[in-house]
């Protein structure tokens, strides 16, 4: 369907450039496009900021890494214009190979991926020797199938053969591929799929039963992390030999640490949770200002897992409350566009990623406050630059392509009622 002609882009300077050639062609929500611009350049300011113990650590200037940071900036928003460009159709077109291949790259990866922070979760790339996450993919390809099966099967929806298992199916095939390596993205992924199926009209009987069942093995990691820890001694004791393959030591230990870390604790495991609460405190109300944390010489990972709490320090509980607002009203709008888009497919697909973006953010603003387990999950558009960054920028992307679509339906319908 072609592009209806928009009155606007007569008004448009000629400055003869392709900056002006790109501007004159982005489309989509604007509210959506500000709140990308502003992230972004919250980013720079936070991640330079953050990253002066990474840089004595490889003998780097943090210059460098502003540099490296401004750079997958203006990688990802290209990303995101030449995503929103593309028709959303498309991506349902796609949608079943791309599926097919995450889980291959999936069990490659579990297999012959490579090992970071104790977990098999990325895959380096040849030529430009980068590491790609592939949960990242996987996400994003298993949203795209799953708002193409719900918009399919809208009329037997509520059947179990026909509707739910279906769609069921590949989530847990997502989710057990994910769960070895990374139990946090596995969870999220799992708790946003049931979300969306909720919303999309899924019988509720067989979602709560589905809940039931994924409630049985984290209700045992809780029950096995209590038994296990001495509180007249503050320490864990050793764990069943059951319990001590693969990394469930490490899920029972953060367990473990978020449970306890209330207690006169001084290892190891309570350094980073610490760290965080002596940022967040000194931040009180309006934060040290920008490029004044403390903190960051101490805390590990400030650029990425706990970047929000270098916000909380240099910019306050204002700056974090601001923080939640922005991802709120990205919410906001996508919920917006949801219920605007005529056609089933683009509605469950921006609701689908924003809502995984947004449970993102929760989890890693939660993790930085102890509020949750820590996770090791990035903040949206905000941590340091990597795989999950650019993939950010893509789901960002392909939601804008919704909304481009929507406006043109409407600037269509107006423009039939002024004919008239």
Not at 387 to 412: D, M, P, W
């Amino acid at each position: 369907m072609s592009e209806p002609v928009n009155i606007k882009n007569f008004f448009t300077p000629n400055i003869g450039t392709m900056g002006g050639n790109l501007v004159s062609k982005t489309r989509g929500d604007r509210v959506i496009w500000g709140i990308v611009i502003i992230l972004t350049l919250v980013s720079l300011l936070v991640v330079y900021s953050s990253t002066g113990s990474l840089a004595y650590k490889y003998s780097r200037s943090t210059e460098s890494y502003l540099f490296k940071q401004f750079g997958f900036i203006i990688l990802g928003v290209m990303v995101i214009y030449f995503a929103h460009r593309v028709n959303y159709t498309i991506y349902s077109r796609v949608a079943s190979v791309l599926f097919i291949v995450s889980v291959l790259l999936l069990i490659y990866t579990y297999f012959f991926g490579e090992t970071l922070n104790e977990g098999t979760r990325w895959i380096k790339l040849p030529l430009i020797n980068m590491t790609f996450q592939t949960s990242d993919l996987a996400k994003l390809a298993l949203f795209m199938y799953m708002s193409r099966q719900l918009s399919r099967k809208q009329n037997v929806i509520k059947d179990f053969k026909k509707g739910f298992l279906p769609i069921i199916i590949p989530v847990i095939i997502i989710c057990l591929l994910i769960a070895p390596s990374n139990l946090s993205t596995a969870l999220l992924i799992g708790g946003t799929s049931i979300l969306i199926m909720f919303i999309g009209r899924v019988n509720t009987r067989h979602l709560l039963f589905t809940m039931l069942i994924l409630l049985i093995p984290v209700a045992v990691l809780f029950a096995v992390a209590v038994s296990t820890y001495d509180k007249k001694e503050n320490r864990a004791t050793e764990l069943p030999a059951v319990f001590s393959a693969g990394r469930v030591p490490t899920w029972i230990g953060r367990i473990q640490t978020f449970m306890y870390s209330n207690k006169e604790d001084v290892n190891e495991k309570m350094y980073q949770i610490n760290q965080a609460k002596i940022a967040i405190a000194k931040g009180s109300w309006f934060g040290l200002g920008p490029g004044n944390s403390q903190a960051r010489n101490f805390l590990p990972h400030s650029y990425s897992d706990y970047i929000f709490a270098i916000i909380l320090e240099e910019y306050g509980l204002l700056g974090g409350t601001f923080m939640v607002f922005i991802y709120l009203l990205f919410l906001y709008r996508c919920i917006r566009l949801y219920r605007k888009c005529p056609y089933a497919f683009g509605a469950f697909l921006a609701l689908a990623l924003s809502f995984m973006l947004v449970i993102q953010a929760i989890a890693n603003m939660g993790v930085n406050v102890n509020i949750f387990p820590n996770t090791g999950v990035t903040l949206p558009l905000v941590s340091m630059g990597g795989s999950s960054f650019l993939f950010t920028c893509l789901s960002i992307g392909i939601i804008l392509s919704v909304a481009r679509n929507v406006e043109q339906l409407e600037g269509e319908k107006t423009a039939v009622v002024e004919t008239e």
